[in-house]
């Protein structure tokens, strides 16, 4: 699957990554596996349902004690398949709409 142009190298898992996804406050939390990654963004298998989580802006938490995590959001949904865009820490994207 293509995702388009890319800006910055990827490197792909051949079997995925165990990874979390949670809402900013927590009220939600979602198992996935991180397929590709670069430094601006990464692609996510997510099995379950995103119907209805806000995804303007997220944690991908990257170990299951959360002590490694991006803040991130949505930029694309294929199927089960994510691509995701990592935010500059110290910048929030709430109330500006995903693309």
């Given at each position: 699957?293509?995702?388009?142009?890319?800006k910055n190298d990827r490197?792909?898992?051949?079997?995925?990554?165990?990874?979390?996804?949670?809402?900013?406050?927590?009220?939600?939390?979602?198992?996935?596996?991180?397929?590709?990654?670069?430094?601006?963004?990464?692609?996510?298998?997510?099995?379950?349902?995103?119907?209805?989580?806000?995804?303007?802006?997220?944690?991908?938490?990257?170990?299951?004690?959360?002590?490694?995590?991006?803040r991130c959001r949505l930029?694309?949904?294929?199927?089960?398949?994510?691509?995701?865009?990592?935010?500059?820490?110290?910048?929030?994207n709430k109330g500006r709409?995903?693309?």
């Amino acid at each position: 699957m293509t995702f388009g142009m890319r800006k910055n190298d990827r490197v792909n898992f051949e079997r995925g990554i165990d990874v979390f996804m949670m809402g900013i406050d927590g009220t939600w939390r979602r198992n996935c596996r991180m397929v590709d990654v670069s430094q601006t963004g990464a692609r996510l298998h997510v099995p379950d349902s995103i119907q209805g989580l806000d995804l303007r802006e997220f944690f991908l938490l990257l170990s299951s004690t959360g002590l490694a995590y991006r803040r991130c959001r949505l930029i694309r949904v294929a199927g089960e398949q994510i691509g995701i865009e990592f935010l500059a820490p110290g910048k929030s994207n709430k109330g500006r709409p995903s693309k």
